[in-house]
């Protein structure tokens, strides 16, 4: 019996870069659907069922950041950056925008795969996650990638619902940001906690600041 191989969105356009990554991206067991310009992929992404999107940030029609923040309007799947500029302003609004992840170019074809492999485990392990959360009026439902509060629905991405995950079941213990970027990220070998403070106030945005703590020199924690 065959099994289906997950399914990327690959906006690019530099060709060299589009056709190399792409064939490396197959080698590693990828089905790999390429677009040249945002709209393309804007348009090849409201077509086709993907399992996780790789977008180039500086894209003709569409940028990236932009293409994100459409993709966003409707669904949670992974979504990793690729930047030729790595300064933190641009790192922070790739993220803010709804980015799980970002990779600084140039970059290493195996490593690629790799961090694409681990947004794909994160989401799976999402999926299957069936355990209900209760800190007060906060509940999060891990298998819908959502929380309520008081009731009310509050959207997550699958990033924003595994951090929120963690720190739920850890309430009241400070967890470092190596640790976070380890759990949730799964990729600690670049030590960039950016990630993990820009997550943390796009939660913070969704379920109420005084919910988090930053425990300074420390990490963060959820208040119990």
């Known amino acids: 019996m065959s099994v289906a191989l997950p399914r990327v969105l ?7 870069i589009r056709e190399t990554t792409a064939l490396v991206l197959e080698t590693f067991g990828f089905e790999v659907r390429v677009t040249a310009d945002g709209q393309a992929g804007l348009d090849a992404f409201r077509a086709e069922p993907f399992h996780v999107a790789l977008l180039d940030v500086m894209l003709p029609r569409i ?33 803010e925008a709804g980015a799980d992840d970002y990779v600084a170019k140039p970059f290493d074809g195996p490593v690629l795969a790799a961090r694409l492999r681990a947004v794909l485990r994160r989401a799976e392990r999402q999926a299957d996650e069936r355990r209900v959360v209760t ?7 891990a298998a819908g990638m959502s929380a309520r509060i008081a009731g009310r629905p509050v959207s997550l991405t699958t990033t924003e619902a595994r951090l929120l995950i963690e720190l739920a079941q850890n309430a009241g213990v400070v967890l470092s940001r ?38 300074r020199g420390a990490g963060y924690k959820l208040v119990r």
């Open 135 to 141: 800190i007060g009026d906060l509940e999060l439902d």
């Open 10 to 16: 690959f906006v690019e356009d530099d060709p060299t």
């Open 178 to 215: 190596a640790v976070l970027l380890e759990r949730v990220w799964e990729h600690a070998w670049d030590g960039d906690t950016r990630l993990v403070d820009v997550h943390i106030q796009r939660l913070r945005a969704k379920i109420g600041r005084e919910r988090i703590e930053t425990v």
């Open 63 to 95: 940028d990236g950041i932009s293409l994100v923040r459409m993709i966003r309007e409707t669904s949670p799947i992974p979504v990793v950056l690729l930047s030729a500029r790595s300064e933190p302003l641009d790192v922070v609004a790739g993220l």
